[in-house]
T-cell receptor, first 115, second 115 residues
Framework: DAGVIQSPRHEVTEMGQEVTLRCKPISGHDYLFWYRQTMMRGLELLIY????????DSGMPEDRFSAKMPNASFSTLKIQPSEPRDSAVYFC?????????????FGSGTQLSVL | AQTVTQSQPEMSVQEAETVTLSCTYD???????LFWYKQPPSRQMILVIRQEAYKQQNATENRFSVNFQKAAKSFSLKISDSQLGDAAMYFC????????????FGTGTSLTVIP
């Protein structure tokens, strides 16, 4: 398996532009997580899905952020409009179902810079 | 939400020496799992070791071992015979099937290995 695939690896955009981050989880994994990493706040959980259904989106900073998972093999995180404070590394991760012992498999992240 | 605390933002160790990274967590659950992840400069998140709360025996993976103190809600990581390749950010994480199976991460400890 190729692992969790994120694209793009780097994204540079201007304030006010729409940004879409993409994620392909590992086939067969039931959980998908979106995290944001910054120096100040560490790893923040933005939203996670179970079987394509959003379970907890309380970490989504504001209405400018939205996430979808139209099917088991694809998810997007969209920021519209983007702001400089959104600059961070965004990770997608997936995990099999189970009783909690299963580890989280991370993608390589998207480095987002909003100018 | 569960809280995971890593009180050491930065640590350093001499090559070949032993270092211990601290992690505490707050939970009312009895059934949960604990993880240590490593993030080298490449940004990739790598699972180092994991522990089931119902197991009294501390997990060990080669040079990595944990000291799991359930009553104290403490989960420290010991790295023996430190190597230059151990230099990275280390994140402690908590997961419980009783709280939706989401992962809660600490803020990380940056480990420097001195040659």
């Amino acid at each position: 398996d190729a692992g969790v695939i994120q694209s793009p690896r780097h994204e540079v955009t201007e304030m006010g532009q729409e940004v879409t981050l993409r994620c392909k989880p590992i086939s067969g994994h039931d959980y998908l997580f979106w995290y944001r990493q910054t120096m100040m706040r560490g790893l923040e959980l933005l939203i996670y899905f179970n079987n394509n259904v959003p379970i907890d989106d309380s970490g989504m900073p504001e209405d400018r952020f939205s996430a979808k998972m139209p099917n088991a093999s694809f998810s997007t995180l969209k920021i519209q409009p983007s702001e400089p404070r959104d600059s961070a590394v965004y990770f997608c991760a997936s995990s099999p179902a189970g009783q909690g012992y299963e580890k989280l498999f991370f993608g390589s992240g998207t480095q987002l810079s909003v100018l | 939400a569960q809280t995971v605390t890593q009180s050491q933002p930065e640590m350093s160790v001499q090559e070949a020496e032993t270092v211990t990274l601290s992690c505490t967590y707050d939970t009312s659950e009895s059934d949960y799992y604990l993880f240590w992840y490593k993030q080298p400069p490449s940004r990739q998140m790598i699972l180092v070791i994991r522990q089931e709360a119902y197991k009294q025996q501390n997990a060990t993976e080669n040079r990595f071992s944990v000291n799991f103190q359930k009553a104290a809600k403490s989960f420290s990581l010991k790295i023996s015979d430190s190597q230059l390749g151990d230099a990275a950010m280390y994140f402690c994480a908590y997961r419980s099937p009783n709280t939706g199976n989401q992962f809660y991460f600490g803020t990380g400890t940056s480990l420097t290995v001195i040659p």
